[in-house]
């Protein structure tokens, strides 16, 4: 029934903080922030103003062209702030929770089983739950008009430091069982499901229903879903899929049971410069400073400087920074905090040994001890060069892809070989090995980035 | 360190922008970053990166051509004692070579590198780290009598023409370490082939031990003498004359073995070209006319002789000039082998054939490469058709 698949490329970096198996506390913060930019592909337009009072579930933005995909606020509250950036770009949405946790009630339909797929697409639209649905190509917001060829979830990440989520989820099974037969109602393909080879059997997300299991082995990227895609099902031209994660698919549970907008989720909160790494319960938008008794502040000490923290939402390949006063992103299953790098180390690329260096190639001695954990900081490790060396990319990137040829099509803007070359089947997170590997520090996530944004701005 | 600091950012604001020297900008930078990795961080995507960078890379290169350079240094020292009869010591030996090898490599130096740190000023870029071996690969396949003043054309013809003019390193088509020698051979004959020009002080005729020839290996084939020739050993080993770092093939293993285990250069290229070589020479084995002919030297001797192993090693693998593909490497390798060994035997102008096999191959190595992502096109169209 379940297929497995081998991916032999990729790596999993080794760094220090990651989270022990238990939830610390519950967080319940005090402000909330929605950002726009945590939706790929919505157009914001704001339904709420300063002042306004909101329920877990009353929307506070719209997407401008497709007026009944709604962002909703997660906690109830009144609206403290929208802060604007330049050219009154809208950033965030501040609410100010007044910790009574009052849901909006969603009428949904009794027999789950009998609602048909309008009803279903209808419950989640006026929820704000659509919003969480990923569509491929891009991972961008779901267009309710059309029927994908079928759903995808990971049900584990292998990125470095992630959230265990056969742990944080253990409690969620009868939710995301829930979520998968609703959402199996949305397309002809079904739901797929892949687990990691080490532990599946183990899995609370292997007993899980009507679902079509695939099994994957192998370091990260095998925990993204775009790599199982590829392996699963490839994207090809004018085909549509569907991704979501495990949270928001226990959240569609949650709204089909029992009526109500329910963020809730554990994050881990991992790093070098975190304070004993664990993890919390929480509400996503939650204020990074709620978090601040965790974070190491005994400073580093490198070359005598005192080295600051950067306060990571996300993981460290593919997170935000979102400083000190930010918000943790919607989407984020982990804090990371890590040291920043701005240090001038003498003759750091001559010394033979830096012992606490870590490199994937064997340029350095890290290879001698393969179980160290290393305490990486944001260093660049090196100034920005022409692409030089070849056939590292292809290391870390298990997919039938030529990374180099596809880099170099968006950089001409070659709109006929990006789609040749598979812009369809990528998304950034699948090229921040890429990125970390590479000699000559190219901001490659970046590129795939200007290259998916000319796509959407030349089909549509 | 912490002196050199201070000094480094007390000098920095007469470098900077607005600053008495600002235009020496790239130069001063390019001594920072030698001496500091910079405090530099990463600002957008990945928060952490990898340590290598390309100063690491470089440095592996170098520390994989030392083997080579050694070698090099003492086999000038004992080609030349060869010559006169004379009784040096090993170290005498190593001390003549290291004395008459160092100008090469200085010269070399300082010429590159000035004008790579002109080229930056002119374009305001940061310094790239390129030259930093191919200013050490140039001076190992030259001759060591070569005129220093031929050689700092060389360098500069190879910098300028071989790499600045189409945008530097990373940007160019061809190995810069070849053109320079490309250059010589076309621009100075004389100074770069017949038998005399191998061996230190050779060509000057005084004290020469009677009969002593000088002639390489490659010479005595091309020239049908192959009872002349050395020992399989002593080629394989390197006591023969020829470029200063291209003789031993033990020592360029050496350095394959470094470049493979760091994963700097690419084991496909060496791997396929050494096949290439081998197969070529084994198919010319079988179609040989005679056991007088070239044709039917054994195909073993080739890759030991002149300069295989070397361009296999350390040129071919350039990975900026070479192709990009990792089936595309296969392909490229093995024809700059085949080509290799049918330029040396059939082509009777010259006796080497790696430098223009790898040229040629270098010119060729993109339409490879297209080839390739081709292949990977069609592949992926196919399966959109098979699910349908």
Not at chain 1, 305 to 327: A, F, K, Q, W
Not at chain 2, 115 to 132: C, D, K, P, T
Not at chain 2, 184 to 189: D, I, K, L, S
Request: glycine share 8%; hydrophobic share 45%; net charge neutral.
């Amino acid at each position: 029934m379940s297929n497995k698949i081998f991916l032999r490329k990729g790596l999993n970096i080794p760094l220090k903080g990651s989270a022990a198996s238990h939830i610390a506390r519950s967080i319940s913060p005090d402000i909330i922030a929605v950002k726009p930019s945590d939706f790929r592909g919505l157009n914001p337009k704001l339904l709420v103003k300063e002042g306004d009072a909101v329920k877990a579930g009353t929307p506070v933005m719209a997407d401008k062209k497709r007026v009944e995909i709604l962002i909703c606020s997660p906690v109830s509250g009144t609206v403290k702030e929208v802060v604007r950036g330049e050219k009154r770009k809208l950033m965030e949405i501040l609410i100010e929770s007044d910790k009574k946790n009052e849901y909006q009630q969603f009428s949904v339909p009794n027999h789950r089983k009998d609602a048909s797929a309008e009803e279903i697409k209808q419950v989640l639209l006026s929820s704000g739950l659509w919003a969480f649905i990923k569509q491929r190509p891009y991972g961008i917001l779901a267009d309710p008009e059309k029927e994908p060829k079928a759903i995808f979830i990971s049900a584990f990440d292998s990125a470095p430091l992630a959230a265990d989520l056969d742990f944080t989820m253990r409690n969620d099974f009868e939710n995301m069982q829930v979520g998968i037969d609703v959402l199996s109602k949305l397309t002809p393909g079904g739901v797929h499901m892949s687990l990691h080879a080490d532990n599946f059997a183990g899995s609370p997300m292997h007993r899980l229903e009507r679902v079509k299991t695939h099994i994957f082995d192998g370091p990260h990227p095998a925990g993204n879903v775009g790599v199982q895609i590829h392996h699963i099902s490839p994207i090809n031209k004018g085909e549509i899929v569907w991704t979501i994660d495990l949270n928001s698919l226990a959240a569609i549970g949650r709204l089909f049971t029992k009526g109500v907008f329910d963020l809730k989720k554990v994050i881990a909160i991992t790093g070098p410069r975190a304070k004993k790494p664990c993890y919390v319960e929480t509400i996503p938008g939650m204020p990074v400073k709620d978090i601040a008794e965790f974070a190491e502040l005994t400073p580093e000490k490198k070359s005598g400087e005192l080295l600051p923290i950067r306060y990571i939402s996300g993981n460290v390949l593919t997170g935000d920074n979102v400083g000190e006063n930010g918000y943790l992103g919607v989407f984020h299953n982990q804090i990371t905090l890590i040291s920043e790098g701005s240090y001038k180390e003498m003759f750091g690329w001559a010394l033979p040994l830096r012992a606490q260096k870590f490199s994937f190639s064997r340029s350095y001695f890290s290879w001698l001890m393969p179980s160290k954990k290393y305490s990486l900081d944001s260093n660049l490790n090196g100034g920005e060069r022409a692409f030089v060396v070849t056939g590292v990319y292809e290391k870390v990137l298990p997919m039938d892809i030529l990374p180099m040829y596809l880099l170099k099509a968006i950089l001409a803007e070659d709109i006929d070989k990006m789609e040749q070359l598979g812009i369809y089947e990528v998304i950034e997170e699948d090229f921040a090995l890429c990125e970390f590997v590479c000699p000559s520090k190219t901001e490659i996530q970046a590129i795939i980035s200007q290259g998916i944004n000319l796509m959407i701005k030349e089909m549509s | 360190m912490k002196v050199l600091r201070k000094f480094v950012d007390n000098i920095k604001p007469t470098f900077s922008k607005g600053g008495k020297l600002a235009f020496l900008h790239s130069t001063f930078d390019a001594f920072e970053t030698f001496l500091f990795v910079p405090d530099h961080v990463n600002k957008k995507g990945v928060h952490v990166r990898d340590s290598i960078d390309l100063k690491r890379t470089m440095t592996v290169v170098i520390i994989a051509l030392l083997p080579a350079l050694l070698f090099g240094m003492y086999n000038t020292g004992y080609q030349f004692n060869l010559s006169t009869a004379g009784d040096m010591t090993f170290w005498g030996m190593f001390w003549y070579g290291f004395l008459k090898v160092l100008p090469l490599i200085i010269v070399s130096y300082v010429v590159g590198l000035g004008v790579e740190f002109a080229a930056a000023q002119i374009r305001g870029h940061e310094v790239n780290e390129g030259f930093l071996v191919t200013g050490m690969l140039i001076p190992l396949i030259m001759p060591v009598d070569v005129p220093l003043w031929i050689l700092a054309l060389s360098v500069i013809f190879a910098v300028v023409i071989g790499k600045e003019v189409f945008g530097g390193t990373g940007m160019n088509i061809w190995n810069p370490a070849l053109i320079s020698r490309a250059f010589v051979f076309f621009a100075y004959p004389s100074q770069i082939s017949g038998d005399k020009i191998w061996i230190s002080e050779l060509s000057k005729g005084e004290g020469i031990v009677d009969g002593f020839s000088g002639a390489t290996p490659l010479a005595n084939a091309a020239a049908g003498q192959f009872d002349s020739m050395p020992s399989f050993m002593d080629m394989f080993l390197g006591f023969i004359p020829g470029s200063i770092g291209e003789t031993s093939t033990l020592a360029i293993l050496i350095g394959a073995a470094i470049l493979i285990f760091t994963g700097i250069a690419s084991w496909k290229i060496m791997v396929s070209t050494f096949a290439g070589g081998l197969l070529t020479g084994l198919l010319l084995n079988a179609v040989a006319p005679g056991p007088d002919s070239y044709l039917a030297m054994p195909a073993i001797n080739h890759i030991v002789m002149g300069g295989f192993a070397f361009g296999a090693v350390f040129m071919a693998t350039d990975p900026v000039t070479g192709s990009q593909t990792e089936k595309g490497k296969w392909i490229y390798g093995f024809l700059i082998g085949m080509m290799a060994i049918i330029i040396r035997v059939f082509n009777p102008g010259y006796p080497e054939g790696m430098m223009l096999a790898i040229l040629l191959l270098n010119t060729f190595a993109p339409l490879i490469d297209h080839f390739v992502v081709e292949s990977n096109i069609k592949r992926r169209l196919r399966r959109a058709a098979v699910k349908n």
